[in-house]
């Protein structure tokens, strides 16, 4: 399982940010998928669940109506959409198979001014 994740940066608060998450290793298409945030001495936190055909969305309660998860089973990709950002949005955001135990490298978001 290899999950890379980019698309990561700087932007300033009420910024927008899309993530993608490319992934191979796996049958994409049947597993459901997940992004995940660790900020600076923080546990790890799930942020946004998609299931295997795209039909369902869950999110967290501090990004629900500003983040939108999506997925593109042709091309083996998940992305997250993050719009509005505030500066408590800050970490480093992995992407994750749903039961799989393989983690990527992340993307650092940072939103300050």
């Known amino acids: 399982v290899q999950l890379v994740e980019s698309g990561g940066g700087l932007v300033q608060p009420g910024g927008s940010l899309r993530l993608s998450c490319a992934a191979s290793g796996f049958t994409f298409s049947s597993n459901a998928m997940s992004w995940y945030r660790q900020a600076p001495g923080k546990e790890r936190e799930l942020v946004a669940y998609i299931t295997s055909t795209g039909g369902r969305t869950t999110y967290a309660d501090s990004v629900k109506g500003r983040f939108t998860i999506s997925r593109d089973n042709a091309k083996n990709m998940v992305y997250l959409q993050m719009n509005s950002l505030k500066p408590v949005d800050t970490a480093v955001y992995y992407c994750?198979?749903?039961?799989?135990?393989?983690w990527g490298q992340g993307t650092q978001v940072t939103v300050s001014s």
């Open positions: 994750k198979q749903v039961g799989g135990r393989s």
